[in-house]
DNA sequence: GGTCGATAATTGGCCGACCAAGGTAAAGTC
DNA sequence: GACTTTACCTTGGTCGGCCAATTATCGACC
């Protein structure tokens, strides 16, 4: 234990070579907050539900068809084909969803609602606007617009670097630093 | 897309009770979506610094002061206590951040940043500063401006159902279900 | 003094999300 | 036909993040 100042605060640890101005973008600082937070509340209303943030959204948008194929649900939620994978096990072993082989492509899988998780719908989508509702409480029309606009500015800025977004070409060959820190660091403990 | 049916789309699985137009916050959606790519974004920036996406935070709170008890940093941050002890496990097995306990109050932990640390920070900051600078790219100050006036609306929207929020009383009774899917869904696998 | 409640951390379990490999089946090529 | 890509999913690992329950310690109260 260093002995010891008794004290907290202070004698920064490492001097700042950056004017402070300049550190951290507040903007993303926001950004982050505000997803936690929108993250938990999502959280707290679909508790009741019995799913978890994320699988929501799944399910929707498997209600609206009959069965997908498993990598049509990974494109249109743009995710991690093994995030999909594995929500699906939970959700099949919560009795949500169902998988069965494609007969047309027996590497694919098809996925369908289950009538059991029927139940959830109205619920879910009945958390989603009261969510939405909750988010956006005191903003008019003019700023949820506007809100929206910019979102969707950013969306578009943060995609041309992004792997997958859809319409984006980016054979970007920059930025990427192919290594980093492969076995490095807080592997293990 | 969307064409090929040869079993896929149609025949929904279950009738929707809601109109179409109410279902979802388009806003909500957008939101996720961006926080997910500002996620991205921010890993692959950092990935040459070694640290994961949620560390440079902690570290950011560390490099301004010598040492910060580990309450002080929960609070600050706002995370739960359990996400601050793993995140400061790894970050100490890492080398980046060292923890001694406070001699005044025993079961407190003081928390510093390592000298070895200092050398990211440079790097941290200017991966920060090239986030915030892409995320925005293409708005102008006032769009910028006005963007931060929403999303801290949208936050103070948030937060008061949240349970912790600085500066919130909210004894927020309603809406809270208080139990839901104890032994539910999907637990096992 | 001793008891009881609040505080500080930790552990364990769970989930979403990523990346990196791996295995299998379908297209495309020769 | 056989061979080589490419697409589709899984598994295994890591992280951030949450909740729930536990263990120490501190304080306050009696």
């Not at 994320?54 to 498997?62: D, K, P, R």
């Not at 700023?143 to 950013?154: N, S, T, Y």
Request: net charge negative; glycine share 8%; aromatic share 2%.
């Amino acid at each position: 234990m260093t002995s010891d100042p008794p004290a907290t605060s202070d004698t920064p640890a490492c001097p700042d070579r950056l004017p402070a101005a300049a550190r951290g973008g507040p903007l993303s600082h926001a950004l982050s907050r505000v997803a936690r937070l929108h993250r938990i509340a999502a959280g707290k209303l679909l508790r009741s539900t019995g799913l978890y943030p994320g699988q929501e959204f799944l399910m929707m948008h498997l209600w609206d068809a009959d069965a997908v194929r498993q990598s049509e649900l990974i494109k249109s939620m743009d995710l991690d084909p093994s995030t999909v994978t594995k929500m699906l096990q939970r959700l099949d072993h919560a009795g949500y969803v169902r998988r069965s082989a494609d007969p047309q492509d027996r590497r694919a899988v098809l996925v369908a609602a289950t009538a059991d998780s029927c139940t959830l719908r109205s619920e879910v989508e009945g958390a989603w606007t009261e969510l939405e509702e909750h988010t956006l409480a005191g903003l008019d029309d003019t700023e949820r617009a506007e809100l929206a606009r910019l979102l969707a500015k950013v969306e578009a800025n943060l995609c041309t670097e992004a792997a997958n977004c859809p319409d984006r070409p980016s054979a970007h060959p920059a930025s990427v630093h192919p290594a980093g820190r492969g076995g490095g660091g807080q592997g293990d403990q």
